[in-house]
Nanobody, 124 residues
Framework: VQLQASGGGLVQPGGSLRLSCVASGFTSRRSAIAWFRQAPGKEREGISCINRSDGQIQYADSVKGRFTISRDNAEQDSEETVYLQINNLKPEDTAVYYC??????????????WGKGTQVTVSS
C-alpha cells in the first residue's frame, strides 16, 4: 500500500487549505484512512479517520468544527483519495500532516502504512 499526501503550504491565520491523500495498492476495503499531524517537539496526533467499507468518520475533539474529512473513488477496492479540509487555520495548526492506513481510529500505533507528510505552516 502506498500513500501520498499533498496540499500543504504557508497560510495566514483564518485561511483554509485542502489536503489530499492518494492511497493505492489495497487488496480489500477492510481498512481505514486517517490523518495525523506532528508539530515540532510534540507527539503525533490523530486528527480524523474514515472507514473505507462504510464511510464511518471520527474526529479528534480538538479539531471538530474546523476540519472535514471526505473521499473520492469510494467504490474502488484498490485505491481511494481522501481529503482533509481545514478552515479557520490557527498558528497552532502548524505541523507536518500525514495520512496513514490501518485500523479505524486515531491511534498512530494502529496504522500499518504511512505516507510522507506535507508541511502546513500558519503564520502572518
Amino acid at each position: 500500500v502506498q500513500l501520498q499526501a499533498s496540499g500543504g503550504g504557508l497560510v495566514q491565520p483564518g485561511g483554509s487549505l485542502r489536503l489530499s491523500c492518494v492511497a493505492s495498492g489495497f487488496t480489500s476495503r477492510r481498512s481505514a484512512i486517517a490523518w495525523f499531524r506532528q508539530a515540532p517537539g510534540k507527539e503525533r496526533e490523530g486528527i480524523s479517520c474514515i472507514n473505507r467499507s462504510d464511510g464511518q468518520i471520527q474526529y479528534a475533539d480538538s479539531v471538530k468544527g474546523r476540519f472535514t474529512i471526505s473521499r473520492d473513488n469510494a467504490e474502488q477496492d484498490s485505491e481511494e483519495t481522501v481529503y482533509l479540509q481545514i478552515n479557520n487555520l490557527k498558528p497552532e495548526d502548524t505541523a507536518v500532516y500525514y495520512c496513514a492506513t490501518g485500523w479505524f481510529g486515531l491511534d498512530p500505533f494502529a496504522m500499518d502504512y504511512w505516507g510522507k507528510g506535507t508541511q502546513v505552516t500558519v503564520s502572518s
